[in-house]
């Protein structure tokens, strides 16, 4: 967005805060984030994962700064000034949103998988996402979503469990500068997540299922006269 256009927007729409303090205002819309616009790439499963329980995928509750953990719908306009968009709030909490969207584009991304989110079976073997978005702001006097997606995949093993991570840093142009907006850019972001995590589990599915291959391949070996 043009500097001098995001600067005579954020004005207006302070003018718009403060003349609303003076009269009744409508009810705030209820905003959820969008569903995925597209099928993202499907992560191939081995051949032999049929034959073997459906791996399973925990997503814990995606963490973020405290001051979004509620419904208000919020903006940055400073340097050390939020503000909340007077016209709309979340439908739900947004770190609980985020949290459910992004198992939704995960489940697509890996057929055959169990991605859980709130009642996940006890499977051996199963890997743990945790997510963390910091900073994760609408600079609005840029007109532009500012996140960086830290992300850490929990895998069991012996002798203990051991951790992938992965960082995605996302830059967006949020135009018109809207609420709507604001929430279609936080989904394009979960769509852009969710590729390299469903990688990473896949290719941690294809690294065990070659594993299982040698061990088989070698009772074998040992089996013969």
């Excluded at 049929?50 to 925990?58: D, I, N």
């Excluded at 949290?99 to 939704?104: D, F, N, P, Q, R």
């Excluded at 850490?152 to 142009?173: F, K, N, V, Y």
């Excluded at 279609?184 to 769509?191: E, P, T, V, W």
């Amino acid at each position: 967005m043009n500097p001098s256009a995001a600067a005579t927007t954020a004005t207006a729409l302070m003018c718009m805060l403060l003349a609303s303090g003076c009269r009744t205002a409508p009810e705030p819309a209820m905003l959820t984030l969008p569903l995925p616009a597209a099928a993202p790439p499907a992560a191939a499963a081995p051949p032999s994962l049929a034959a073997h329980a459906r791996p399973t995928l925990q997503v814990r509750r995606v963490a973020m700064p405290e001051h979004l953990l509620d419904r208000h719908v919020r903006f940055r306009l400073g340097a050390g000034t939020v503000v909340n968009w007077p016209d709309a709030t979340w439908a739900d909490r947004l770190d609980v949103s985020i949290t459910e969207h992004l198992a939704m584009r995960l489940r697509t991304a890996l057929p055959g998988w169990n991605v859980c989110v709130r009642h996940c079976p006890l499977q051996p073997g199963a890997l743990t996402l945790r997510v963390e978005l910091a900073p994760f702001d609408l600079l609005l006097p840029q007109g532009q979503l500012v996140a960086d997606a830290h992300w850490w995949l929990d895998i069991p093993g012996a002798p203990g469990p051991r951790t992938q991570a992965g960082l995605l840093q996302h830059r967006e142009a949020v135009t018109p500068p809207t609420a709507a907006a604001h929430a279609a850019a936080i989904g394009r972001l979960l769509d852009q997540l969710s590729g390299p995590i469903a990688a990473a589990c896949a290719a941690r599915l294809s690294s065990e299922h070659e594993q299982r291959q040698e061990n088989d391949d070698g009772q074998r070996n040992a089996q013969k006269p």
